[in-house]
């Protein structure tokens, strides 16, 4: 068996499309850079570097100031040639510029109104979490891993987990898929913890101020353990068959691989997501 870690994104892409997890994850293809993952980098920057701060240093002010001055780090953190292209095409021309610092300075702005960050003392800032699933009743063990943006342990000894997206919140049908992300971190830190669940995990949306909070449950972390080992042995025998079906959805019109996905070149044409639906 071929030794693999499964983050939550790695298992998204997986249920999406088989065919898009191989060019990404087995393939290596590289997905081409977008100014959204840029900012999202940005943001969580600002926020890192906020918490980073004495609690009566995290005012909206100073965050807006770490907006701007953050922004070495960021190029700093950019590896990719492409995404660094991309940034510098922005910051020289003075209306992307401008349309770039709006949107980060949005999500600061929305982030002051769903917390407070002089009230939280985080105990970890965009920390790597991981742990060991058993797989067919222990004949192996499975890496999965994550990670979370922020988790804080409150006096009492309770624990919440938090996420911030730059995106909108979803539409309520597609909230328990944005869930699983924090389920899965909530799977880790209980294995990690003599089974201490998480009292709270949350999402916030820093785009349009929304949050999605929920207690996980024991019923929860099953689920999310079923689905993750369920993952791994399709991905196993694909990678022994070599066959990985490419399943298409709206979501092709996202997907970076879409010129050499056999959906859309096969017979020579591109069809539109229309035409197949
Ligand atoms: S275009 Fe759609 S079906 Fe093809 S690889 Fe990408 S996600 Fe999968």
Redesign the pocket.
Known sequence: MKKITLSPSRVKDFL??P??YK?KTVDLLPSPPSIEAIRGTHVHLVLETLYGLDAHKRSLETALELGVSVFENVMDDIKSKDALAILQETVDDSKKRDEYYEQVNNCIYNYFKLENPKVYEPAALETWIKTTLEYKQGEEEISVGGIIDRLEIARTGEVRISDYKTGSMPNVQFQNDALFQMFFYALIYARENDGKLPKMVKLLYLKDANVIEREPTNQNLQETEEVILSVYGQIQENLKSGHWE????P??NW?A??TR?P??TDAGSIPTIQDRY
């Open positions: 999406q499309c065919l898009m060019f490419a399943r298409s959805s979501l092709c997907c691989f879409q996905c959906l859309y």
